[in-house]
């Protein structure tokens, strides 16, 4: 065998890469060579990566569990004697696991669902609020104020049987709602009321949902503000901090904070509103996570004076008991009404690239002294029970859970 002189030729060799000394042919230079070696150790680990990329998909390094999935999930595409539509096949299969979890969890269908519009506190739309009755007609179960729907004079219980000339039988909110979203300008439906039909024309706009409304109560030369929430949207504590300036320039002496009815929403706005009436020298919650627990404060620059009474009942729930639990411990605030709900935990929403969302439990949530409500409640300082009265008639004198919170605030 022939001597090799050179390092150079040694090592090229090692990879395989023939040295010709012939004077036809060009040679290797010593930094072609150590470019050469570069590209091919980069190619190497591209490659590699590439390989374990593909085990990994093959489930050489996926869960039992998980890989039982895929091959499940692949003999249903392949053998299914039908078409498959693998997006929703994924949907239902992520709908599946939730179902198995705690039952705050949840799919929850589109962003434009019912629960994700009451959250975000707006949408794009005419103003009504859809259902379907026994006879699978698409009927008007609200409409909002101020909307081109109101103005229209649709109401509640009205039945749409066309969307501009396309007939509505038989179609679903969600077809009935896409094609209102691809509405530009004015269109126009048909609906029937009591046997006869009517037409109105209507327009999408950007509709705030209200989840506030206020009022002053006075008595005994005293005055008493009333705020009532019905959800914690994204927008609700721009509208509690409005209604409670204007109540707050009128002199109020002491606050009603309505939350029977609100099954919560989100955590910064129960946490906005609490900051409203507490320092931030007060803890208003504490969150228990995987990671430990930790103690949560108010943002607030002042603690308010007057008295509140907060009204909760079995359906107040989640940011609802937040609110009420943090008042109650920290501020001194008097409860009244029924024992809350009891759901102690916190959900966080999840978008899926077809626009499909899911709510998962993350963690538990602690009252500010770290008591334990999930699955217990607040118990009210006054328990006490809405009256036959009130369902008969709902005035508030009629309101035997507010007249008694009046009363406490007007001792």
Known sequence: MKKKNSSVERLSESLDIKVNKKKDLPTFKTKEVVCLLLVTAIIGLVMGGLVTYNISLKGARVDDELQEFIENYDYVVDNYYGDVDKTKLIDSAIAGMLNSLDNNSAYVGGSDSNFSIFLEGNYEGAGIQITINDDNDIVIYSVFDG??????????????????????????????????KEQEGYFTITYKRDGAEHKAKLKTSKVELKSVSSKMMERDNKKIGYIRLTIFASNSDEQFKKALDELEDKGIDGLVI????????????????????????????????????????????????????????????????????????????TVVGENSYGKGTVQELQTLPDGEQYKLTTKSWLTSSGKVIDKKGIEPDYAITLNNEYFEDPTDENDNQLQKALEVIFK
């Open 147 to 180: 909307t081109s729907a109101s103005k229209a004079g649709l109401k509640s219980g009205d039945i749409i049987v066309k969307i501009n000339d396309k007939d509505t039988t038989g179609m679903s909110l969600e077809d009935f709602s896409k094609i209102v």
């Open 258 to 333: 309505d939350l029977r009815g609100n099954s919560g929403g989100h955590l910064v706005t129960a946490e906005n509103i609490i900051s409203m009436f507490l320092d931030s020298t007060h803890p208003i919650y504490q969150i228990k996570s995987k990671d430990g627990q930790k103690k949560y404060y108010s943002n607030g620059k002042e603690t308010k004076k007057y008295k509140i009474a907060v009204l909760i009942d079995s359906s107040s729930a989640s940011a609802s008991e937040v609110v009420t639990s943090a008042l109650k411990e920290q501020y001194g605030a």
